[in-house]
């Protein structure tokens, strides 16, 4: 008990933190959109896969329409992504605080949505496998050790995305200068629908395990800005790799606070944190400019 | 495009229909302008931040949180005390800390820029609720709790009615003398150009937090006020929608114009309180109200970022010089 748990238990959530963050992070740092609808993607993973599941396991086997509508549902909320930003986003890209008004509206509309076509009971996304394994003294259910593989490893692939592909040097190229980008022949605009696709599609696959895990309803949109916030002002407003690494603390102190106070102050904590990194460094510990 | 009316006349004018109304009124009508000349006050003091020193506070509703709590555990006995002070006495007291909150947290936020202080501040009002919540033997919760009939500004709605337009009425005089004097210039200079107001020798960071002290206290007021009008405190005076009402209602009049807070303010309230609720109960589909703000809110966003006022003004004199 104590730090074996806080460390196992806080890297799973951490590991789903980082997937919520890195996306948030890079849509930041390559086209500077602070997007306050970034929880709902990750309600709208849980909520779509759900309903995809549902329908789909009339037609196959369990298991393969529970892989099916997760894969599917990671597009669609990409999609769903993309369409806010070129409808919504594009239009006020200039008009830094309008970005924030204009998702604020969009994570509130579709919280609308949510509440009236599923109500307020919480939906979790099924899990085939049920076993404990033990980590360190620590019992861990299969679940969590899934999400903390996938985390992990999509992590890891997007850092490879990101560094080692033609498309990740042009992401990289953009978030640095767009102007530059641009002159040297990167279609810009297409850099933005890639980053805002895969940022949709890491903040769905969250909301997936997540879901798994403890439970998602529509409020939870709005909640997860909150860990999505401390996160980023700790890893720096657009540090991806930044972002990853405060995931993980954020998610120690997470499991620290609950297993000392209660789970309802953790979200308190991590706004108290972020507060006191503010006063000490008021631009996150690796933020950019 | 000459025909000028005086901005006296037509705001007398429109005074006088205010102060006729309760003759003719549904007591219903009555109760809702009541509470929309409350909420103008919160669009105003969020534009004197927001509209006259550019930045933007995402967590006004932390304010009247604050001031509607003060004045709500002040009057009942769920703090343990018993106080028997005037209502008005603890309305005060709710625009006073609000006022002491705004300082502490303009002392921390101010020093952030842009994007880091909407970030910060958007998530305030969370961690109020989130409180309100983990307290709710003192907060009541999510539902809030109710402060008594025998705390209400006045048993008679009518004679309620007039409190809430004379606190209109004052507030925004004062803010309005306050925005025409010379920190009212200060806080333009500011906004327009830091590093200009900065130089000419303005002490930025001063008046910026004299902007949210004041902008806290006539917050705070108004939400004690909002207690005393409609007899319950709960968390929506913290929460996102308010917000996002405010913001929409200082847009869709103008930001930084004053008159447009005033304005957008009053009819935003209108619009949702009442044509938004008749047209959700009229639709087949089943919609609330708040579903059709949003909407509203993103095509006016979109089709006219920098608010409709500015942007009619525009359309104007642009036919005018054609001509």
Redesign the interface.
């Known amino acids: 008990m104590g730090l074996a748990e806080v460390i196992v238990l806080g890297s799973i959530i951490g590991g789903i933190w980082a997937l919520v963050a890195s996306g948030f992070s890079l849509v930041?740092g390559v086209a500077r959109i602070?997007n306050?609808a970034h929880g709902t993607y990750f309600a709208l993973g849980a909520y779509v896969a759900v309903v995809l599941n549902s329908a789909l396991k009339n037609f196959m086997s369990d298991c393969f329409s529970l892989i099916l509508s997760i894969i599917l549902s990671i597009f669609i909320v990409g999609f769903i992504g993309v369409a806010v930003y070129k409808?919504?986003i594009r239009?006020?890209k200039m008009?830094?605080?309008?970005i924030?008004?204009?998702t604020?509206?969009?994570a509130?509309?579709f919280e609308?949505?949510l509440l009236?076509t599923f109500r307020d009971t919480p939906i979790s996304v099924p899990f085939p496998l049920s076993g404990v394994v033990s980590i360190a003294g620590v019992p861990v259910p299969y679940t969590r050790l899934v999400a903390l593989v996938v985390a992990i490893l999509v992590i890891a692939l997007l850092d490879r995305f990101i560094n080692a592909t033609r498309t990740g040097k042009e992401i990289l190229a953009t978030s640095q200068d767009s102007e530059a980008a641009m002159l040297v022949g990167i279609d810009v605009e297409r850099i933005y629908v890639i980053v805002t696709f895969v940022s949709a599609a890491l903040a769905a696959l969250a909301g997936i395990l997540y879901s798994q895990i403890y439970a998602v309803n529509p409020q939870t949109a709005?909640?997860v800005?909150?860990y999505a916030?401390?996160i980023?002002?700790l890893g720096g407003?657009g540090s991806v790799r930044g972002s990853i690494i405060a995931a993980f603390i954020i998610g120690f102190m997470q499991v620290a606070v609950s297993i000392a106070l209660e789970a309802?102050?953790s979200?308190?904590a991590a706004?108290l944190a972020?507060?006191a990194i503010?006063?000490v460094r008021?631009?996150?510990l690796m933020g950019v400019e | 495009m000459h025909v000028r009316i005086d901005a006296k006349y037509l705001a007398a004018a429109i005074i006088a229909v205010l102060v006729a109304l309760p003759f003719t009124a549904s007591t219903s009508l009555l109760y809702m302008l009541g509470l929309a000349f409350i909420f103008v006050v919160y669009a105003v003091s969020w534009d004197i931040v927001a509209g006259y020193t550019g930045q933007v506070n995402l967590g006004h509703t932390v304010f009247i949180g604050i001031g509607a709590y003060t004045t709500a555990l002040l009057n009942t006995s769920r703090l343990g005390i018993e106080l028997s002070a005037p209502v008005w006495l603890t309305i005060l007291a709710g625009g006073v800390n609000a006022l002491s909150f705004g300082l502490v947290i303009g002392i921390i936020c101010l020093r952030l820029r842009g994007y880091y202080l909407a970030l910060v501040t958007a998530i305030l009002p969370l961690i109020f609720i989130q409180i309100a919540n983990v307290y709710s033997g003192v907060f009541g919760g999510y539902e809030g709790f109710s402060v008594g009939l025998g705390k209400s500004l006045a048993t008679d709605l009518k004679l309620r009615y007039y409190i809430a337009l004379l606190f209109m009425l004052i507030s925004i005089a004062a803010m309005y003398i306050v925005v025409k004097s010379k920190i009212g210039i200060k806080l333009r200079a500011v906004r327009d150009d830091e590093e200009l107001a900065e130089a000419v020798g303005i002490d930025v960071v001063k008046y910026k937090l004299i902007a949210f002290c004041i902008s806290a206290f006539f917050a705070g007021l108004a939400g004690a006020m909002t207690v005393h009008y409609r007899l319950t405190v709960g968390v929506d005076l913290f929460d996102i929608p308010l917000m996002l009402a405010i913001v929409l209602g200082v847009i869709i009049g103008g930001i930084g114009t004053f008159y447009g807070a005033i304005v957008g303010g009053f009819a935003i309230y209108i619009a949702k309180n009442w044509f938004f609720r008749i047209i959700a109960e009229s639709l087949a589909v089943p919609v609330s109200d708040d579903f059709l703000l949003y909407l509203l809110l993103i095509a006016l966003i979109i089709k006219a970022p920098e608010g409709i006022v500015n942007r009619v003004k525009a359309f104007l004199s642009s036919k005018t010089t054609k001509q």
């Open positions: 930041f602070l306050f409808v919504c239009p006020v008009y830094g605080v309008m924030i008004l204009v604020l509206a969009i509130l509309l609308e949505i009236t709005i909640r800005l909150i916030f401390a980023v002002i407003l309802r102050w979200e308190i706004m972020i507060i503010l006063i008021p631009r996150g």
